[in-house]
Structures are given as structure tokens and as C-alpha cells.
């Protein structure tokens, strides 16, 4: 039986990843680059997965994007469908910001 280093639980029964979800301050904003294309940044992310969550959100928007430094980058405008996403993911919806 694996136990979390974190909490000390058992791997079924960490809460670990839940806890940070929760307390997550998190960024999302639109800016334009190049040739006026538009890009969504979310910031903020710390102690979780970023490259799986930037692959689920790939996948769920059907765009291009990226992770630079815990920082995630979507091709397009997608801050508002990103902050609901988030929220089903498990983050707190009062800690999520969207700067237009």
C-alpha cells in the first residue's frame, strides 16, 4: 500500500490534490499577439499537474496551447468557458479571476 508523503494517508484515501484545488488563486486572461490573434493565459497554477490539466483543456476547447512555467496558454478567447471548466474540475469558483 502506497502512502502520500504529503498527508501521510493512504494514496485512495489523499485529499492532497483536493486541498490545493480549493486554495488555488487563479488567473485567467485574454491578450493579443501577433497579427492580432488571440491567446487565454491562465496563471497561478501551483503543486498540481499542469500539464495534464493544459491537455484536458486542449482537448475540451479543440485548441492549440501550452505550458510555460506553470503558466497554461490556449489559442482563442476561451476565459469564460475555461473558468466553468475549472470549476468542474474542482477549483474554487470566488478564486478564480477573468481580466478581459
Do not use: W, Y
Not at 483536493?18 to 491567446?39: D, H, P, S
Not at 510555460?68 to 476565459?79: F, V
Not at 468557458?81 to 469558483?93: M, P, R, T, W, Y
Amino acid at each position: 500500500m502506497e502512502i502520500c508523503p504529503k498527508c501521510g494517508l493512504p494514496k485512495a484515501a489523499c485529499v492532497c490534490e483536493a486541498i490545493v484545488k480549493e486554495k488555488q488563486k487563479i488567473t485567467i486572461k485574454t491578450e493579443k499577439r501577433t497579427f492580432g490573434k488571440k491567446v487565454t493565459v491562465i496563471s497561478g497554477l501551483k503543486d498540481i499537474d499542469v500539464k495534464q490539466l493544459a491537455k484536458t483543456l486542449k482537448q475540451k476547447f479543440a485548441c492549440g496551447g501550452t505550458v510555460k512555467n506553470d503558466t497554461i496558454e490556449l489559442q482563442g478567447n476561451h476565459a469564460k468557458e475555461v473558468k466553468a471548466e475549472l470549476v468542474k474540475q474542482g477549483f474554487s469558483e470566488e478564486l478564480i479571476d477573468v481580466i478581459d
